[in-house]
């Protein structure tokens, strides 16, 4: 898994991309494939049509633009969660979503962000996270949130949630936090019992 981990690293944008889900690594990662195509392409098919100086400077800004992008990569590498706070998220969620059961808007966006800052691919913290901003008015925030979530891998399983988060979101009217909310879903614990309140993993708060 390591290993395949740093594979990412040959490819620009690669692992903001696939280990983030990031939007921006998307972009770089298609242009970098776009330059790569052009350089072929002058070198083996428009060979007789483009002057060798063109060419060159084609392969030089490749060849650039592959070493910032794997040094700033190789920088600012997406760590895998360290096994010593991996156990802090499961205590940081419970907390969160107590908070958020208690309407305490305010502890559990810190709480959330908190566990975000650890495991910023953990889906069910987002959506929670993106939930309680809509229900804090703050809808352009939960918007931009449940496209990123729904951008990235992690997202995949949720996508019938998102769907109707995004519906909720859209909606003119505020409609009141029910169980059969979509959120809720989310707020189940991680071994899949429902939340009521700050049971779960309470003990390990």
Same mark, same amino acid.
């Given at each position: 898994?390591?290993?395949?981990?740093?594979?990412?690293?040959?490819?620009?944008?690669?692992?903001?991309?696939?280990?983030?889900?990031?939007?921006?690594?998307?972009?770089?990662?298609?242009?970098?494939?776009?330059?790569?195509?052009?350089?072929?392409?002058?070198?083996?098919?428009?060979?007789?049509?483009?002057?060798?100086?063109?060419?060159?400077?084609?392969?030089?800004?490749?060849?650039?633009?592959?070493?910032?992008?794997?040094?700033?990569?190789?920088?600012?590498?997406?760590?895998?969660?360290?096994?010593?706070?991996?156990?802090?998220?499961?205590?940081?969620?419970?907390?969160? #979503? *107590?908070?958020?059961?208690?309407?305490?808007?305010?502890? =559990? /966006?810190?709480?959330?962000?908190?566990? @975000?800052? +650890? &495991?910023?691919?953990?889906?069910?913290?987002?959506?929670?996270?993106?939930?309680?901003?809509?229900?804090?008015?703050?809808?352009?925030?939960?918007?931009?949130?449940?496209?990123?979530?729904?951008?990235?891998?992690?997202?995949?399983?949720?996508?019938?949630?998102?769907?109707?988060? #995004? *519906?909720?979101?859209?909606?003119?009217?505020?409609?009141? =936090? /029910?169980?059969?909310?979509?959120?809720? @879903?989310? +707020? &189940?614990?991680?071994?899949?019992?429902?939340?009521?309140?700050?049971?779960?993993?309470?003990?390990?708060?």
């Amino acid at each position: 898994m390591e290993s395949a981990r740093y594979l990412t690293l040959v490819w620009p944008g690669l692992p903001w991309l696939w280990l983030r889900g990031s939007f921006a690594g998307l972009v770089l990662a298609i242009a970098f494939a776009v330059t790569v195509d052009v350089a072929i392409l002058t070198t083996f098919i428009w060979s007789d049509l483009v002057e060798l100086s063109f060419t060159l400077a084609v392969w030089t800004a490749t060849a650039i633009v592959w070493l910032v992008s794997t040094v700033s990569a190789v920088a600012a590498f997406p760590p895998l969660l360290p096994q010593r706070l991996a156990a802090e998220i499961d205590p940081l969620f419970v907390r969160a #979503r *107590a908070a958020y059961l208690a309407r305490d808007w305010v502890v =559990a /966006e810190t709480r959330l962000r908190e566990l @975000l800052g +650890l &495991a910023p691919t953990d889906a069910e913290a987002q959506l929670l996270l993106v939930t309680l901003l809509r229900r804090s008015g703050r809808r352009d925030e939960a918007r931009r949130g449940l496209e990123k979530l729904s951008q990235s891998d992690s997202g995949a399983r949720w996508s019938r949630v998102i769907a109707a988060e #995004r *519906a909720r979101i859209e909606s003119s009217s505020e409609e009141p =936090a /029910e169980a059969d909310e979509p959120a809720m @879903l989310a +707020l &189940a614990d991680r071994n899949g019992r429902p939340a009521t309140g700050s049971a779960g993993h309470s003990e390990a708060a």
